[in-house]
């Protein structure tokens, strides 16, 4: 079982001034799967972004709640399942009591959608919905008041290590607009391709979350990177006045420390 006390995943999620870094498992070395959940337990990352891959709502196949059960087993960290599933609800119950502590449906499921966040919260859990790159934003826009977070695909979903699309940034322009018209709290985070460059520029557009597999789990130092995203993403965001970084301080520069 879990020799470590599990953080409390309502105040986890919503401290509101921050910025949220959630290195992606899937770029870890599974040879090696609990020492590398602890490794980014010791980075100090806010999140750990787990990819659910199905084989048939993206074309390949990750893990499953066994995998989750043994990083929870190694880490007390705030668990952020990504489900990239066709059939998320019969995940959604063995990822709930394998550890997770939020989970995220994509919006291209459709008329399943309300269902799934429904059954999510009846689990307790946090609720995220994703959207794909090809599906324009107003699809998620009937759902923003029942979500914890959002979260813009900005790569088609499948495989780490692809290039950021651009083209996604108005995407996350458009949920702050929403967020703040509608007087609503949920996080926008973003997910594919992320690197500390893509990360401040998302941070400028208004993400508060930011998901980085290659990116982070590519650098020697786990920790100083983690803590350079974060200090990238907080500064981007407090140049363009974003209210969730204004009250936010951080410290020293950290770039020297990655090459
Ligand atoms: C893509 C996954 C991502 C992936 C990101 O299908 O949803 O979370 O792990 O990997 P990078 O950061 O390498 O693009
Ligand atoms: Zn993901």
């Known amino acids: 079982m879990n020799s470590f006390p599990k953080v409390d995943a309502q105040e ?4 509101p001034k921050r910025m949220i870094i959630a290195p992606s498992l899937l770029a870890a070395n599974f040879s090696k799967i609990g020492l590398e959940v602890m490794r980014v337990q010791l980075s100090k990352a806010d999140w750990l972004h787990l990819d659910i891959m199905d084989g048939h709502f993206v074309p390949n196949i990750s ?21 990239m599933c066709s059939k998320p609800e019969i995940l959604i119950e063995p990822f709930a009591q394998a550890g997770a502590d939020s989970m995220t449906v994509h919006v291209e499921l459709g008329k399943q959608v309300e269902g799934l966040i429904w059954k999510i919260r009846s689990e307790g859990k946090k609720v995220g919905l994703a959207i794909n790159p090809p599906t324009p934003i107003s699809a998620v826009e009937p759902y923003l008041g029942k979500i914890d977070m959002l979260l813009v695909m900005t790569v088609n979903p499948g495989f780490g290590g692809q290039s950021f699309i651009e ?7 458009q949920a702050v607009s929403w967020r ?38 590519g650098k020697r130092n786990l920790k100083a990177a983690v803590r350079k995203m974060r200090q990238v993403t907080l500064q981007a965001a407090k140049n363009q ?5 204004t009250e936010l301080d951080f410290s020293g520069s950290i770039h020297r420390q990655i090459k």
């Open 63 to 83: 893990f499953g709640p066994q995998v989750v059960k043994v990083a929870r087993s190694h880490s007390r960290m705030f668990f952020d399942v990504h489900l």
């Open 167 to 173: 083209e996604m940034i108005p995407k996350v322009q």
């Open 180 to 217: 703040k018209e509608k007087k609503l709290n949920f996080h926008i985070e973003v997910d594919g391709g992320i690197n500390f460059e893509t990360a401040a520029e998302c941070a400028a557009a208004g993400a508060d979350a930011f998901v980085s597999g290659t990116g982070l789990f």
């Open 12 to 15: 986890e999620l919503l401290k």
């Open 241 to 245: 006045g974003h209210p969730r970084a």
